[in-house]
């Protein structure tokens, strides 16, 4: 493996926290201070797309750059949590490039999936489960509860698909009720 892996997962990690972090602040406002007037929920409306735009961006970037370049083989969960992900990339673009917001709802749909997809992940990953979808690693399969990154205890790709998936949720449940409240 690469020198600089270990930091790439420690920053990615970080940045998952983070983007926790933002998901718990804007489902508490949306939650208990909702307001067509709030400053953080009006900055996440406006910046929808472009946001949703960048972080599957990022998803799909870092995915090929962890198969791809590093050699990490995705297992059957990843390739499924991947086929819900790569639209986004293509959903968001569209939408920046054609400005008709009627990627939301499809975008949503991908996003709840894939989230089901990611929870299943991690409790094979944990051991909760054993998953039939995962391959037999006797038989040249991959294991799905294999952990390529595992930071501060509870950051692995699954956990960081969810992360991106639930970030999508929030910013366009935000989108369609700031929509609607004007």
């Known amino acids: 493996m690469p020198a600089y892996l270990d930091t790439v997962n420690k920053i990615l990690a970080l940045g998952t926290i983070f983007l926790q972090v933002v998901i718990l602040s804007v489902l508490i406002i949306l939650i208990f201070f909702r307001s067509r007037n709030n400053p953080l929920l009006l900055f996440f409306k406006k910046y929808t797309f472009i946001l949703g ?6 998803a799909f970037s870092l995915s090929l750059f962890y198969s791809e370049i590093i050699g990490f083989p ?17 959903l968001f673009g569209m939408e920046l490039y054609k400005r008709d917001k009627s990627i939301v709802d499809f975008s949503l ?8 997809v990611s929870i299943y992940h991690i409790f094979v990953e944990t051991g909760l489960t054993s998953g039939p979808s995962c391959a037999d690693p006797s038989r040249g399969g991959v294991s799905c509860a294999i952990r390529y990154i595992y930071e501060f205890g509870y950051v692995t790709m699954p956990v960081m698909a969810l992360t991106l998936s639930l970030f999508i949720i929030v910013l366009l449940v935000n989108y369609k009720y700031m929509a609607r409240v004007k």
């Open 53 to 58: 735009f960048l972080g599957a961006l990022g």
């Open 74 to 90: 995705p297992c059957e969960l990843c390739w499924i949590q991947r086929i819900f992900l790569y639209p986004q990339l293509i």
């Open 109 to 116: 749909v991908f996003a709840i999936i894939g989230s089901i």
